[in-house]
DNA sequence: ACACTTCCCGGGAACGTTCGCAAACATCAA
DNA sequence: TTGATGTTTGCGAACGTTCCCGGGAAGTGT
């Protein structure tokens, strides 16, 4: 019976197949140049012919660096997050770097359990709307590179979502439409800023907004403020996410009204289930695509920034990218009703 | 400006806090019952004094061992895996393994990949519905542990979803509600089986069941195949997932045909559309906790297993688990309209 | 008191890689 | 030819940990 070495082929394999050094190995694959072209191409046959590739491990124990990053989020179910993970795995991938993905479960101890399980695996964390107090991120910040997400920590480099240009859309659609009372769904008080936002677009077109909550960002949510909607004869309401805009979807069928005919509703981030849902929600999306990557490059600069000096980041300035947003219009938005 | 170390702490630093040899915090940490109480405190101490945890890259560049679970999914962004993938990092958390998660995008070439680039940092890998060849896979099993889900190749440690009870139930309930004509929309040829099993189940109550595709399991599916469905005079359909069935109800929607009333819907799998859309799909749900679960444990036992004689697995007899389904009644079905 | 086992602990090699240093060789201007 | 400069390669230490092995202390039975 015929098999491969089931033990692992070493640098020191590939040398004395190839006739040379085994520092001569490790250049023709770390610094390419540095090597002659053709010793170079005899290392790269024997490697290939032998099926060498080089021991994660080992790299990261001599080098310090890892090659891989660390993702921290709230909530991997969560619909919002997939797209983003698979994105950034893809971004992360071409530059040569793995992504190490986890889960707070949206608590502070369990966060601070999974930050101590990954940290010495990763080059530098991505932390998602940490729950961490500020002297704790600082903390980290110092003994590693870090990046926030919809979390503004000053002096740590910052990846911010602006839902204000799809807000001042939703606004404008609904002003188009002949709304003139609308209400917000509000959930989570990290998502504060949101609804400040929305109360200036609003007003700015003389609309009227009322705001709910704050609530849990769940499915009954959205079924229960649904019937405040419409003692508050609302024809319109945005929800903090389209999850909890489908529960209004929901409960707006049991209440018997029609969705666009009778209240018009808005989602917030364009998962999947806004794409799907029956009338097609109305939504302000969030390029998934567009925050992997951002998120992905600013952590891959924080790393080679922290890599020259002696010390990690921490500069008077901190980066920050903001990423926009804008109202994608589907079934679930039409005309106020006549009365 | 006070601040931490740095640069991380290492074991030597911890013996001589603690007055002890390198050795002997080793032990304290990996055999604990083979150092004397007393000084194991002391070292537990100084440990947590000097906030000391073990660099996972020396401890398996010496050990062989990395601590980690790989987990390759076909597409991340599929709603039923996110529960799944959550579910398997909690479980394997506990037993002090992490879980890297990679998507292979459902494409063979990139698959190949992804395994290449992950293989070296974990001890298995748990691949799901792959599409290697089982040469391959049989190469690759010998050099690693391995499991296999949704795809069955003699030899390889395999984890095996069941639909049939969830089919027989939805057989049953439909029986019940008096229809006679259903429709079975399929995607993909690796879930054939499902359609199998699905024939058999609906002839035994003197149910006629008419299979339509194969398709790819899109949403757009969906919406296509309700035309055909209504064309058939079927009173109800199941389709190959949620997302599909959720086109479905979608383009029932815009023929102006009502569900439960004229026609009534079921999916597969459970995932977070069915429990969120309007009206409720009806669904057969597989239970993500324990697919985890046992997909995990499996793995750890083949690691277990292969750590013991000299080259990997691939008994004469290797372990098949079968994870059961059952049906999740909600609105989309009901009884057949009597016309 | 002696041999013998049991229990704790320290020394040191090894895991596979990178990288600083220096040797060997080639190139070129004077 | 000589010295200086640049290019290509090899040697060996170091990264932080585990684990085999051997030494000494403590306990046990005669």
């Known amino acids: 019976m015929m098999r491969g070495p089931s033990v692992a082929v070493t640098i020191r394999e590939v040398a004395s197949a190839a ?3 085994v520092s001569t190995v490790s250049r023709a694959f770390t610094a390419p140049d540095q090597v002659q072209p053709a010793t170079r191409q005899r290392i790269l046959d024997a490697a290939a012919e032998l099926g060498y590739s080089p021991n994660p491990a080992a790299r990261s124990l001599r080098g310090g660096s890892t090659g891989t990053l660390g993702l921290i989020v709230p909530d991997i179910a969560n619909p919002f997050f997939p797209p983003i993970i698979k994105a950034m795995q893809a971004r992360a991938r071409r530059q040569g770097y793995t992504v190490l993905v986890a889960d707070s479960d949206e608590r502070e101890a369990d966060e601070l359990a999974v930050i101590a399980a990954v940290s ?3 080059d530098g964390l991505i932390l998602w ?4 107090t500020e002297e704790r991120l600082h903390e980290l910040a110092g003994r590693m590179p870090l990046v926030v997400v919809n979390r503004h920590v000053p002096g740590i480099p910052e990846v ?12 404008e659609l609904l002003k188009a439409y002949g709304h003139r009372r609308c209400v917000f769904i509000n959930a989570s008080r990290a998502e504060l800023s949101r609804g400040k936002s929305i109360q200036e677009s609003f007003e700015a ?80 999306r969030i390029d998934p695509e567009e925050i992997a990557t951002r998120a992905g490059d600013l952590l891959i600069e924080t790393i ?12 008077a300035t901190s980066p920050l990218v903001e990423i926009g947003s804008r109202l994608i219009p589907r079934a679930s938005t039409g005309p106020a009703p006549t009365h």
Chains 1, 2 share one sequence.
């Open 19 to 21: 006739g040379v050094s």
């Open 120 to 122: 010495k695996r990763v």
């Open 129 to 132: 709307a940490s729950t961490l």
């Open 160 to 171: 911010r979502i602006s839902l204000s240009a799809g807000i001042a859309q939703a606004a």
């Open 205 to 284: 077109l003389d609309l009227s907004l009322h705001e709910l909550g704050p609530y849990e960002p769940r499915f009954e949510t959205g079924v229960h403020a649904a019937t405040l909607v419409a003692a508050h004869e609302a024809t319109a309401v945005i929800a903090h996410n389209d999850l909890v805009a489908l529960g209004v979807l929901h409960q707006m069928a049991n209440l018997g009204m029609s969705v666009p005919r009778d209240v018009s509703v808005i989602g917030i981030d364009d998962t999947l289930l806004a794409s799907v849902s029956t009338p097609g929600l109305t939504t302000i």
């Open 304 to 315: 080679a920034g922290s890599a020259g000096r002696g010390t990690t980041g921490l500069d």
